[in-house]
């Protein structure tokens, strides 16, 4: 009888490891059905940004692009996946920053205030003014030399792109005091806003990224010499005058901004110096 209950068990166990086993599969199969969907996704984001990168690289010159607005880890991850896709450099100014001043951006604020992190965020966009090829994630939360429209004439030249998000906006729109970095934000030439806040790593910050240089694409589309000018501007150090070049010699500061030797102002549009198509 014992061997009849032993045998009456262990086919149901039996069954059950069967039937386990199966399940199992099962499992297994659809997780790797749910992992590849996943994958797919992912891939389809990365392959959208390389492909808009691919289309405007040569087009683009080697200027760098640099991220703004006030979601700082947008601006990184979004540059990251950039660079990746056109083979620039990743830089973060949040990084520079504290190495440079070997002090944390908190330890910058608590000891010298917030103008000293605008001076060191100031200073490390002078010095990547001169470099080409790189993607730029920069502060964010309103602080930083970004935040400030004086500080902008080491963006001007690059390409700027500012990640905003639809809840801020609709913020500033309501009360625009509480957001005042937003008007340097809009110097930026490519504006886009995120239906959330908060824009993850990888998938995310890849489709972001795919959007920004389809924009800037449309823009050189739209006038081929932008590079170039861009190129020029950062040659003639990056004075201020953008985006009608003036000439050599130029001083944004003279009273008046009129030419001595012609008397007529520094920005008459006759004077503005048009770099060659395709000059760096």
Known sequence: MSFSVATSRTAPLAALGART???????????????????????E??????????????????????FVGDNESANIAVAQEVAKALGYTPLSTPDLIEKITDSTREQILEEDGEAR????ENAVLEQLSTLIRCAVGTSGGGRGATARGDCWDYLFG??????????????AESDPSTAPQREAYELAEVHLVMSKKECKPGDEAAGIGAQALEAIGSIIKDDPQVPGKKGFY??????????????????GTKEGMVDPKTGKPYRDAEQAVAPKTGEV
């Open 158 to 171: 690059q390409f700027t792109v500012w990640i905003d998000d639809a809840e801020a906006m609709a913020a």
């Open 21 to 43: 086993g199966r399940q199992a599969r099962a499992n297994r199969s659809r997780a790797m059905r749910c992992v590849a969907a996943a994958a797919s996704e992912t891939s």
């Open 117 to 120: 992190l605008v001076i060191a």
């Open 45 to 66: 984001q990365q392959k959208t940004l390389k492909k808009n990168a691919d289309a405007i690289a040569d087009d683009l010159k080697g200027v760098t692009v640099t």
């Open 234 to 251: 950062v040659k003639m150090g990056c004075r201020g005058d953008w985006p009608v070049l003036q000439p050599p010699g130029w001083d």
